[in-house]
């Protein structure tokens, strides 16, 4: 408990200032932190983008609702200042999910896992509210709690029920202060664990009866929630919560290049962010990886000639992107700098074979029927054969 | 004297909105509408207040109903509002596009110059070969034609042009161009100066990009000489609507001959000299799923529901629109409270704020419903689509619209009958030994020649007689268009169906569509068909040279044959066919046998079984002994086995050869020397049919057994799936009768247990070795042991 303490006493201060988020300081030191929030590695864009933004803009927000979709999806703006496509896929879908924020309504971003919901989450809250750290992270263990509030029990005991001793959630944050609130993998949390969402989300307040008082949501609150459908374990969402959501459904990317595009961006800076001495990927090797996904994934060759048996684990994009940047690390720090299929190979069977009996099963046979014999595609099939899989 | 001129979008509720109030505020004393010229007869019919749109204005030749042109309207449809506005009124309409009576010549020539390029194109072909100095000449000669059929547009010569669309709606920055237009013309409120803005855009268009299609620049002439002609007759205002793409062609400049190929002049040149042709104009009621095919205008909406509705609410139409959709869910029993109609409407509302448009379109409440109704799932936005998005409307003609002679007759039959359309699903037992039931029955047997499925013939298990007939009966509202097209074939439904059939005879050379179509002509009671048809079934049996044609076609005919006296049609002429096309397959059965392929002898299989039900009907003993010749034949050859297979089953039913002989074929059928597929073939094909023949013959089992138990264990493994499927047809009590058989196998087989008993008695005993155990035997037994006794 009292970590806790430590970990919620301090946001709220200093949130404004959009760099601590952990209270323990650790991002507050610029340049080490292992991944850097969106607001802090696009303070940049953000700020062009609130320079030349002099369209309406709904209240306590920090951007118009148009410049947070050319913040989401790219574009050039008037000064010539470029901002990089955050999301790639459906436009239409990002003007879903901002119409809907602009309307107070909640946004549930629902889908398979590794279709970057929780990475737009992230960036729409950075554009609206210009904090993307207002999260809570959903799972088997999170209580009524960590959705509310809780209380500094030390405080409690002797001072009684106060202000002082609460505890204060991040849901809570966003409320008084009017912004956006994250919840992360709804589906993990228990349901009745979910339903506290519920009037929040449609009184838009939150009562303290211990206080005698409550919490009103200050214009600008919402909530964008992730859910996956597809994981093991996940609890159904009830029709009373998902009727106080708008649904956007963020489908796997379209096309082998949309998925290519994407992979190499997000490699090249994960790259970055581990400082891999590697030269930049080589677009030819993750081509091949996003093929290999894509196939076993759909379960048919690119070609549509060769049905394939799919793997039990769901070879999203995100995985994608860890087994390039793994790969690139292997190439960095035991190769020669150049990513090859050797240093691919591991990683890329890890991700794979998550079933050790049937995806093994799966993956020889995409091996002999696919991958043996593609032109240009030997140096994977006989890596795969040294690495004994 | 002062004109204006409306350039309109066909099926534009804008548009449509627009032209209203502009008529009613300007009240011309005149209206030029665009429209085939000869339709104006029909017009007035249009006043009635039983005329429900969506209807269609329907031009035909009567020689000819295959060239029939339909022009629909909806409500929303700017020239429907016009004519309306026009009728009540009493302000006259003019017609001013070409007329069909010109169009459908012009088209026929068209077509003709098609046929002809082909047919001198082959013929230079042939020239080519043979003589290779007049090469030149032909192709000079065979050029001609190519170019006009370059020229003239095919059927649909009004398409609605989106090219020249296009690039007015890139240059305002829209991907999608129907989308630009619907958002700056149809949605627009203040409709002042909009047919202004039209006639400019188009000006700039037609400037770039000049109409070239010979067919609408003499379209153009013909609306600028109508417009000639009124202006003559001395009206104050002239409200001129037409497409927009033409509007800049008709404007005053135009007609007094700016530019000068509009010129009176010009026009009367390209007009000089054209033939006409009667056509009747009418009105058919329409369905706005209909309404999105390409048509007359060649302007085929997708939504048309949505433009009704924004027609008829212009106010409120998201609101309504939404809060139907949500009622249409609840129907289904889908979740769709109103508080969700409310924030699909903010959603809807806010995208449009998103997208910079004034109101939320289709596009916005699609995407807002999407996320907020439906959670996200496409399934039920679909049905949304269906129901309210195209609707299931269907209009309504008035009364005294004169209709086409088929529909007349079919009425006159329905009344005398006692046989109402409907369209719930019913279901009739015909007895045809009743005059009125057998009437009915050719009724609905003549529609299924024309292809109008106003019934559907049932299989009844029970009642097997031939005087019964069983049909599943639903009408349809689109049956009134598929009446029009029938048409064409004649203006009764016997001749109708007498000419299809007909012409059927004369093209067709598959023996199956023919053989099929006179059994169709026989129960549609259609004598005058089947002369010429058996005729062609005579000549195409005679030439053909597929033999399972040939079988497949003696199905139908032996069935006409015997039903022939229940319907009252005489049908002895065709059995001299059929014995001549029987013969023929006998003949051609053994090389037709020969290798094939397991799905060819699949079909050959099926072939041959229809073969044996056309003598199981027919009774005649001189066939049977034929075709049991030529079954004998293929057990002797070496085939495919599943027929082989067959053949014996179908031998031993008829008892044309004996369990001896069975047990013969089946040890050899069967015999380790054989490939065990081809083994397995044809025990599938003996397998085939009754079970219950199969149960009485022990030999066979037994030989069955041994061949079983005789395969390599992985040869098993392999046919097992095989066996298993030939068994699967059974009944299951059959099933389990041969289970038990099996099981006891052994008992059947006394030889085989005798023998094994005899194998142990002629062991001999050996007595030495049995003495020595003597002396423990004697210990145990506690006796005194004596090697001597």
Known sequence: MAKKVARKKTPRKKAATAT???????????????????????????????????????????????????????????????????????????????????????????????????????????????????????????????????????????????????????????????????????????????????????????????LNTEVQAQRGFNVIAT????????????????????????????????????????????GRALELPAEKPALEEIRRIVTVFRELRNGVTEDGRTKLKSPSGTLSTAEAISVVSSGLAMAAFYGDGVLKASDLIASLVGAVVKDPVQDQIVWQEYLQTVVKDRDGWKDLYRASREVGA | MSQRIFGIRHHGPGCARGLKAALLEWKPDVIVLEGPADAEEALPLAASEKMEPPVAMLLYPPGEPRRSVFYPFAIFSPEWQAIRWALAEEVPIRLMDLPQAIRIPLDRQAEEAIEKALLEAEAKEQAENEQEDREEAEVTESKQPESSENESTPEQPTR????????????????????????????????????????????????HYPETTERDLLREAYMRTTIREVQKEGFERIAIICGAWHSPVLTEA????????????????????????????????????????????????????????????????????????????????????????????????????????????????NEAMLSVLCHGQESPLNLIREKLEVGDRLGVVSEETPQVPILEDLEKLQKSLRFKPTTAIRQHDFDLRKPTDLARSHLLHRLTVLEIPWGHPLHSEKKTSTFHELWQVQWQPEFAVDFIEASVWGNTIEEAATTKLIDLAKKSTKLTELTEAFDHCLLADLKQAIDPLLKTIQKQAAISSDVRHLMESLLPLARVTRYGNVRGTQAD?????????????????????????????????????????????????????????????????????????????????????????????????????????????WATGLLRGSGLVLLHLNALWQVFDRWLSELPEETFIELAPLIRRAFSDFTPAERRQMGDKVKNLDQLAPTKKESTKQGDSELPLQLDRARRTLPNLAQFLGVPYDPAS
Request: net charge negative.
């Open chain 2, 254 to 365: 135009a007609l007094a001959g700016d530019p000068a190929e509009c010129s009176s002049k010009e026009d009367k040149k390209r007009l000089k000299g054209l033939s006409k042709e009667k056509t009747v104009a009418t009105w058919i009621p329409w369905t706005y799923d209909r309404l999105s095919y390409r048509s007359g205008y060649g302007a085929g909406i997708n939504s048309p529901g949505w433009y009704a509705h924004v027609w008829e609410h212009p106010q409120k139409a998201p609101t309504r629109w939404l809060t139907q959709a949500a009622r249409l869910l609840r129907e289904q029993d889908l979740d769709a409270s109103s508080a969700s109609v409310i924030e699909s409407l903010r959603l809807a509302d806010s995208l449009a704020a998103l997208r910079d448009l004034c109101s939320p379109g289709l596009r916005e409440l």
């Open chain 1, 227 to 270: 859910a996956n459908n597809r994981d093991k374990g996940v609890n159904e969402l009830s029709s009373a919560l998902l009727r106080r959501f708008n649904t956007v459904i963020l489908p796997v990317p379209d096309g082998m290049d949309e998925e290519v595009q994407i992979v190499e961006r997000r490699a090249d800076q994960l």
């Open chain 1, 20 to 210: 601590a988020s952990n209270g323990n300081g650790v991002s507050e030191t610029d340049g080490k932190a292992l991944r850097l929030h969106a607001e802090q590695q696009y303070a940049a864009e953000l700020e062009a983008l609130a320079e030349v933004d002099d369209r309406q803009r709904p209240p306590n927000w920090k951007l118009s609702p148009w410049a947070v979709k050319t913040y989401l999806l790219g574009g050039k703006l008037d000064n010539g200042f470029e901002v990089t496509p955050k999301y790639i896929g459906r436009e239409r879908l990002m003007e879903i999910a901002i119409a809907t924020l602009a309307t107070d309504r909640a946004l549930l971003l629902y889908g398979v896992p590794g279709t970057a919901k929780s990475w737009v989450s992230e960036h729409l809250s950075a554009a609206i509210s210009g904090i993307s750290t207002l999260l809570i992270q959903g799972t088997a263990g999170t209580d009524e709690a960590t959705l509310r509030y809780g209380w500094n029990y030390a405080r409690l005991l002797a001072e009684g029920p106060s202000e002082a001793a609460l505890v204060r959630s991040p849901l809570m944050d966003a409320m008084s202060t009017g912004r956006i609130a994250r919840v992360e993998e709804l589906t993990r949390i228990p349901s009745e664990v979910q339903d506290t969402l519920i009037t929040i989300l449609s009184e838009k307040m939150l009562p303290i009866p211990e």
């Open chain 2, 160 to 207: 609605w042009r989106t090219d020249p669309l296009a690039l007015l709606a890139e240059a305002a920055g829209y991907q999608d161009h129907e989308l630009w237009w619907e958002e700056q013309i149809e949605r627009r409120a203040d409709a002042t100066d909009l047919f202004d803005a039209i006639l400019e855009a188009m000006q700039t268009v037609r400037e």
């Open chain 2, 573 to 681: 002429d065709l059995l001299p066919v059929l014995e001549g096309m029987f013969e023929r397959a006998c003949v051609g059965l053994l090389p037709a046998c020969s290798n094939l392929s397991e799905e060819a002898a699949e079909e050959m299989l099926k072939s041959m079984e229809k073969v044996q039900q056309t003598l199981e009907l027919l009774h005649r003993e001189d066939w049977q002994a034929d075709w049991e010749k030529q079954l004998q034949k293929l057990l002797t050859s070496d085939l495919h086995g599943l027929l082989k297979g067959w053949a014996c089953r179908k031998l031993l039913e008829q008892g044309a050869i004996d369990e001896e002989a069975l047990q013969v074929h089946t040890r050899l059928a069967l015999s380790p020397a054989n490939d065990p597929q081809k083994a397995t073939a």
